[in-house]
T-cell receptor, first 113, second 113 residues
Framework: DGGITQSPKYLFRKEGQNVTLSCEQNLNHDAMYWYRQDPGQGLRLIYYSQIVNDFQKGDIAEGYSVSREKKESFPLTVTSAQKNPTAFYLC????????????FGDGTRLSIL | AQSVAQPEDQVNVAEGNPLTVKCTYSVSGNPYLFWYVQYPNRGLQFLLKYITGDNLVKGSYGFEAEFNKSQTSFHLKKPSALVSDSALYFCAVRPTGFQKLVFGTGTRLLVSP
């Protein structure tokens, strides 16, 4: 079945540590996105990529980094510079075209130890 | 600036009654509008979209939405609510030519037996 796989489901970060969240899609979608979800704030865009080897900052990129070396993969690194990383992180992908919906993975919940 | 408002944090409805979840938007140009549903600890699932044409859009699980250009609204409706419809609902807008979605803050729907 086609879809988006996020791993791990739960992740714990120690102070000063970088952690990487995985996102893989087999939908052959060109565009991929990372969102952060906090209670009562909806989804906020961290980074997005419309093509391999290219990505753009979203609304809250500080303290995060990404790479897009392969079409199907878009990992997100939460760096130690992100002082409040506790949140639910969602990855999404989309086929090219304005009227296409985004498809979402089942998220990674990141907490601080 | 593009924005989406979901004025109700929570909507309560009895099973079998009709439900409405409200959404208004502010974008330049003609928007593409989307509704998503999220169950606990899961990603967002696409319900329906409005691109152009008929103002009443039908989607998954018996949901529909009414686009009103003059009121810049896109309310989600269902004629008869089910307890299993209880979830978090997000409205989103994509301005024409943009690859990013702008999300509302979400409305929690609680359907009581």
């Amino acid at each position: 079945d086609g879809g988006i796989t996020q791993s791990p489901k739960y992740l714990f970060r120690k102070e000063g540590q970088n952690v990487t969240l995985s996102c893989e899609q087999n939908l052959n979608h060109d565009a991929m996105y990372w969102y952060r979800q906090d209670p009562g704030q909806g989804l906020r865009l961290i980074y997005y990529s419309q093509i391999v080897n290219d990505f753009q900052k979203g609304d809250i990129a500080e303290g995060y980094s990404v790479s897009r070396e392969k079409k199907e993969s878009f990992p997100l690194t939460v760096t130690s510079a992100q002082k409040n990383p506790t949140a639910f992180y969602l990855c999404a992908s989309m086929r090219a075209g304005d009227n296409q919906p985004q498809h979402f993975g089942d998220g990674t919940r990141l907490s601080i130890l | 600036a593009q924005s989406v408002a979901q004025p109700e944090d929570q909507v309560n409805v009895a099973e079998g009654n009709p439900l409405t979840v409200k959404c208004t938007y502010s974008v330049s140009g003609n928007p593409y509008l989307f509704w998503y549903v999220q169950y606990p600890n899961r990603g967002l699932q696409f319900l329906l979209k409005y691109i152009t044409g008929d103002n009443l859009v039908k989607g998954s699980y018996g949901f529909e939405a009414e686009f009103n250009k003059s009121q810049t609204s896109f309310h989600l409706k269902k004629p008869s609510a089910l307890v299993s419809d209880s979830a978090l609902y997000f409205c989103a807008v994509r301005p024409t030519g943009f690859q990013k979605l702008v999300f509302g803050t979400g409305t929690r729907l609680l359907v009581s037996p």
